[in-house]
């Protein structure tokens, strides 16, 4: 129904900047919340950075202010801006669109880019 695709990853020295993008395409009813998640190897996945409709902002403590998510709503397409990037940072990084499909959003379907994998060197 909605697909995800993913660009930007890759391989940068630590204090470098990549920017993250996802598109959004398919049936989308109504869109909740987009936002990244990350799992390095070895580790739990975890929440990145989101923004919900309204605006709502959510990073995790170790990419504040470092790291800045937007998203176009014309274009169905959000970002990550990732700056001062440093090893720990390297993961593989998850588009996440949280997808309304009920009425006032009490149902919700989350829909899952496949992944792009962002090193960093030291």
């Known amino acids: 129904q909605v697909q995800l695709k993913e660009s930007g990853g890759g391989l940068v020295q630590a204090g470098g900047s990549l920017r993250l993008s996802c598109v959004a395409s398919?049936?989308?009813?109504?869109?909740?919340?987009m936002g990244w998640y990350r799992q390095a190897s070895g580790k739990e996945r975890e929440l990145v950075a989101s923004?919900?409709?309204?605006?709502?902002?959510d990073y995790a403590d170790s990419v504040k202010g470092r790291f800045t998510i937007s998203i176009d709503s014309a274009k169905n397409t959000v970002n990550l801006q990732m700056n001062d990037l440093e090893p720990a940072d390297t993961a593989d990084y998850y588009c996440?669109?949280?997808?309304?499909?009920?009425?006032?959003?009490?149902?919700?379907?989350?829909?899952w880019g496949e992944g792009t994998l962002v090193t960093v060197s030291s």
């Open positions: 923004m919900i409709v309204d605006g709502t902002t």
């Open positions: 996440n669109l949280v997808d309304a499909v009920g009425s006032s959003y009490d149902w919700t379907v989350d829909y």
């Open positions: 398919g049936n989308i009813v109504s869109i909740y919340a």
